[in-house]
């Protein structure tokens, strides 16, 4: 079975520049999660949402950053402009509803670097 | 909301069995407990959760004290493709759809 599929795997780009990094979730999951994951900071939480809705996102650092989910199959993130402390690596999430005894499958990343 | 801790490394012999443990010793009644891993350039893959039983699958076993204060994962036979950090997470209904990673246990597999 396909799993959580992320694209690209990785992007170098300079400071200023629109980073979009993109996911599709396992057919059939309806909640989907951006985390990022830094050596100081550890896996944290940006966004998540349920049924194609956002829920929560509190953890997106600043208005930067924007998250959509214009359908069940695709979400897209977005960093405009970048700058070298968005440098991380980019792991989407997904999982049959969002209650808390559902696991969430994660993808493989996207290592983001800002120059 | 609860917090764990694990040790922060381990090694293990190849083909023996990896006994990880997670102090969870502020967990409420409906908290989940629930392991992933994280192999190396790779994303977190969820392992196994439970709630007060004991669990099973084909990559480990759950085993959760009756207290509920700690658990162990046990992965049976381990393989050098195990090593990784383990990460254990105590979920609530009040987190919504967030895991709460701490910085877990790095799992060294030796042959």
């Known amino acids: 079975d396909a799993g959580v599929i992320q694209s690209p795997r990785h992007e170098v780009t300079e400071m200023g520049q629109e980073v979009t990094l993109r996911c599709k979730p396992i057919s059939g999951h309806n909640s989907l999660f951006w985390y990022r994951q830094t050596m100081m900071r550890g896996l944290e939480l940006l966004i998540y949402?349920?049924?194609?809705?956002?829920?929560?996102d509190s953890g997106m650092p600043e208005d930067r950053f924007s998250a959509k989910m214009p359908n069940a199959s695709f979400s897209t993130l977005k960093i405009q402009p970048s700058e070298p402390r968005d440098s991380a690596v980019y792991f989407c999430?997904?999982?049959?509803?969002?209650?808390?005894?559902?696991?969430?499958?994660f993808g493989d990343g996207t290592r983001l670097s800002i120059l | 909301d609860a917090k764990t801790t694990q040790p922060p490394s381990m090694d293990c012999a190849e083909g023996r069995a990896a006994n990880l443990p997670c102090n969870h010793s502020t967990i409420s009644g409906n908290e989940y407990v629930y392991w992933y891993r994280q192999i190396h350039s790779q994303g977190p893959q969820y392992i196994i959760h439970?709630?007060?039983n004991n669990e099973t699958n084909e990559m480990a076993s759950l085993i959760i004290t009756e207290d509920r204060k700690s658990s162990t994962l046990i992965l049976p036979h381990a393989t050098l493709r195990d090593t990784a950090v383990y990460y254990c997470i105590v979920r609530n209904r009040n987190q919504g759809g967030k895991l709460i990673f701490g910085q877990g246990t790095e799992l060294s597999v030796k042959p």
């Open positions: 949402f349920n049924n194609n809705v956002p829920i929560d």
């Open positions: 999430a997904s999982s049959l509803g969002q209650g808390y005894g559902q696991p969430q499958h």
């Open positions: 439970g709630l007060k």
